[in-house]
């Protein structure tokens, strides 16, 4: 695990406006694993990017990209998937959304009022990559008809209008979904509530002209959003290279939000941004020695807060840390899996429940397989 030194730490804090201490790093908690298993149900597809949440009543759902072929593919579908014994059993995934392109990304989130908001992004990358390259044309012949089949379900003007950010919502506890709407931003998690009743959404507005990091929000549980505030960059920073953004709102009503960032300082790190007014104004994005990407944000039955995110390096797997001062600080990282086989994995995502247990779900591929599955891992925190 690669740190920040003191020296570095403190020269981070100074230049994001922020006392020194609040990047020193404590003990890892006590974990125990109690079990990982695989709980995707459609072994011939790959699944990427789940989302899960816990309902009012009870009630785990998991959304994932899946019927896909590979990483990128133009097979990409929002599915959902649902458990009522704590993930001890999840249903078959039922296919929300199936557009002509690659549906990535799957975010859910259970507003207060008890209204789900599934999100994704639609993606034409798998062109980017291959077709457009040829590469499909020394595939076998099936392969090749297969995707072909796929690209060309709509014109390309057509596919062109398909990129962009989505949320689909539902009132009746996922039986029947509206149409797909323009969310604004995307991020993997998809959006939070806070204790106001507003809907907090940090991400990026893909597919626009100008590259835009900041925050969304809605007063009308989730039907309509309105730009809030953009977050700022760090100084010698490119906005192009901040991704995947998550939200919390701690006990003390500050909010927090994780950065993907891939400039080259801090490459591969979790970047932080506070806000102290609601969301209107954003602290400069700033390091906080972690790591690994991307972060999934928790506030815990007891207060503190929990980043889980994806380890893509040795030992390849996932990892969390924890706060207990409103994240003015974290924990050294307690590692929920490290047995994977490479960086084609994450994108955890965590819920406590009852009993104050976790619950913790993520993609990756494992060995013998091109197939990427969904695991879970149920564990317990001290």
């Known amino acids: 695990m690669t740190t920040l030194s003191r020296r570095q730490m403190i020269a981070s804090c100074a230049s994001a406006g922020i006392a020194a201490p609040f990047l020193s790093l404590g003990a890892p908690p006590k974990i125990k694993i109690t079990s990982t298993r695989v709980i995707s149900l459609r072994p011939n597809h790959y699944h990427g990017w789940p989302t899960l949440t816990r309902r009012q009543n009870g009630e785990l759902l998991l959304v994932c990209s899946g019927g896909r072929e590979s990483h990128v593919c133009p097979f990409g579908q929002v599915e959902l998937m649902r458990s009522q014994d704590n993930g ?83 009132t009746d506890g996922g039986v029947t979904w509206s149409p797909r709407y323009d969310s604004l931003v995307n991020s993997p998690h998809g959006p ?11 991400g990026k507005n893909l597919w626009r002209e100008k590259t835009w990091i900041g925050v ?77 990407l991307p972060s999934h944000l928790l506030r815990l039955n007891d207060g503190r ?28 990282p307690v590692i929920i899996s ?18 104050g247990s976790l619950a913790t779900v993520w993609y990756e591929k494992m060995a013998g397989s091109t197939l990427a599955v969904l695991r879970q891992a149920q564990w317990k925190l001290g």
């Open 88 to 170: 001890q059993t999840w249903s078959f995934p039922r296919v929300l959304l199936d557009s002509p392109i690659d549906d990535r990304d799957a975010g859910i989130l259970e507003t207060a009022k008890g209204t789900l908001l599934t999100t994704t992004f639609t993606s034409n990358a798998y062109d980017e990559f291959y077709l457009k390259k040829g590469s499909h044309k020394n595939w076998p012949e099936q392969r090749r008809n297969q995707w072909l089949a796929a690209h060309n379900r709509v014109p390309a003007t057509a596919r062109k209008k398909e990129l962009g950010t989505w949320m689909i919502r539902s």
């Open 192 to 202: 939070v509530n806070l204790k106001d009743g507003r809907i907090l959404y940090a």
């Open 216 to 292: 969304c929000e809605s007063n009308d549980d989730g039907q309509s959003w309105k730009r809030l505030a953009q977050i700022p960059t760090r100084k010698g920073d490119d906005p192009k290279d901040y991704h995947e953004l998550h939200a919390v709102e701690t006990t003390n009503g500050n909010l927090i939000v994780h950065i993907r960032n891939h400039n080259p300082k801090n490459n591969r790190e979790t970047l932080q941004t506070e806000s102290k007014d609601g969301g209107k104004t954003w602290s400069e994005p700033h390091s906080i020695g972690v790591w690994g």
């Open 305 to 332: 807060l929990l980043m889980s995110y994806g380890h893509r390096r040795k030992p390849y797997g996932n990892q969390a840390r924890v706060s207990d001062d409103h994240g003015k600080s974290w924990s050294e």
């Open 338 to 355: 490290g047995d994977g086989i490479g960086h084609d994995l994450g994108y955890p995502t965590t819920v406590q429940l009852d009993d």
